[in-house]
């Protein structure tokens, strides 16, 4: 047995590039492989059975971060007169770029689309995961908490929502709605 969650979301799926964090034996892994090799590009053992959702988890608390700071960063910079698209063109060849200034602003966020194909309900579960594992590890991860706190009030945004969509739960605590100029 392994477990072996994946990231790259929808995009890399179709191309067979996604990251495959896998937790499991070694050899188990091994054996396993060539079938992993068939859906990903990069095959990460991270331990034991467990290990890769744990990875995947703190992944994704990790992405979430850098979404939310991003966005609330364009908020701040718009208020400014900055326009969000040109301020996501300086963070991509500057040192606040991240996957979600490369792959999620202009083309969820400031599309309007919020259709990433990854579920609002689905990542506040992997931050619950990641958080959980700092509390059991006594850990302390204000920072961590914050931000799953953040992304789980978004649900008032109602169900079925994209993750993306986090953008217009922050919008609307900024009364603002970023537009490109």
Known sequence: MIDAPVSGGVPR????????MVG???????????????MGSSILPCGGVGAGQAMKALNNL???GGFLIGIEALLIGQKFGLDPGLMTDVLNVSTGMNNSTQKKFRQFVLSRGF??????ELMVKDLSIAT???????VP???ASLCREMWAAAAMLGPG???????QFSERLAGATLAEN
Do not use: N
């Open 24 to 38: 499991g034996d070694p050899d188990v892994i091994e054996r396993v492989r060539p079938v992993l090799e068939a």
């Open 132 to 138: 959980g594992m700092g509390k059991d590890g006594a």
């Open 141 to 143: 991860a204000p920072f």
């Open 115 to 120: 259709d990433s194909g990854f579920s609002l």
């Open 13 to 20: 799926a179709v191309t067979g590039q996604l990251a495959i």
């Open 62 to 64: 990790v992405s979430a």
């Open 161 to 167: 929502q994209d993750h993306t969509a986090m953008a």
